[in-house]
């Protein structure tokens, strides 16, 4: 059983378009993250939420929204898409003072 | 957000052991010091954590410095599949979500 689960993990899109990443986590953790890793590979933390309330928001454009519908689920929805946004998203969960664990991540290519 | 300072790569043998080492000269006293790796095309995952004991566990052990200003991860006997990103982050000890800054990290390889 896959711990942190991401969807799709190949996105390849046009530029302008609107898309969504879905993240799902059968931990029984009360917070979610989404990081984005770009292609010199830095890991940045953009959102996090705690009990679907969202606690940490990087400056991140608002063309990204984080949606929380319940614990298990985050998902992060992207609009009109630009090239800058290549990357891999990574989604994370943990217990609120926890280790994070972290999906495989979702690779978005933008072109 | 406090800084570590880790060598951008470091290679080592098959079945040897490996240290590598993390400085963070400007820790405060609150701060954890979380080890995780990243293996190609994988998501980062944890390894090891501290605060002024050195730790042990399954994948790792974890020699911290006396004075907090560094602290070197141990892999015992290197396999293939430790070759990796891994990265030294402080965590302040603090309730709330944990907001961990990752920073360059040291690359891995390990030879057959």
């Known amino acids: 059983d896959t711990a942190v689960s991401q969807t799709p993990k190949y996105l390849v899109t046009q530029m302008g378009n609107d898309k969504s990443i879905k993240c799902e986590q059968n931990?029984?953790?009360?917070?979610m993250y989404w990081y984005k890793q770009d292609s010199k590979k830095f890991l940045k933390i953009m959102f996090s939420y705690n009990n679907k309330e969202l606690i940490i928001n990087e400056t991140v454009p608002n063309r990204f929204s984080p949606k929380s519908p319940d614990k298990a689920h985050l998902n992060l929805h992207i609009n009109s898409l630009e090239l800058g946004d290549s990357a891999v998203y990574f989604c994370?969960?943990?217990?609120?003072?926890?280790?994070?664990?972290f999906g495989e991540g979702s690779r978005l290519t933008v072109l | 957000d406090a800084k570590t300072t880790q060598p951008n790569s470091m290679e080592s043998n098959e079945e040897e052991p490996v240290h590598l080492p993390c400085n963070h000269s400007?820790?405060?006293?609150?701060?954890?010091i979380h080890w995780y790796r990243q293996l190609p095309s994988q998501g980062p995952e944890y390894v090891i954590h501290?605060?002024?004991s050195n730790v042990n566990n399954r994948m790792a052990s974890l020699a911290i410095a006396e004075d907090r200003k560094s602290s070197t991860l141990i892999l015992h006997r290197a396999t293939l599949r430790d070759a990796a990103v891994y990265y030294c982050i402080l965590r302040p000890r603090i309730q709330g979500a944990q907001k961990l800054v990752f920073g360059q990290g040291t690359r891995l390889t390990i030879n057959p």
């Open positions: 501290g605060l002024t």
């Open positions: 994370a969960s943990s217990l609120m003072a926890g280790e994070l664990f």
């Open positions: 931990l029984g953790h009360d917070t």
């Open positions: 400007t820790i405060s006293g609150t701060d954890y």
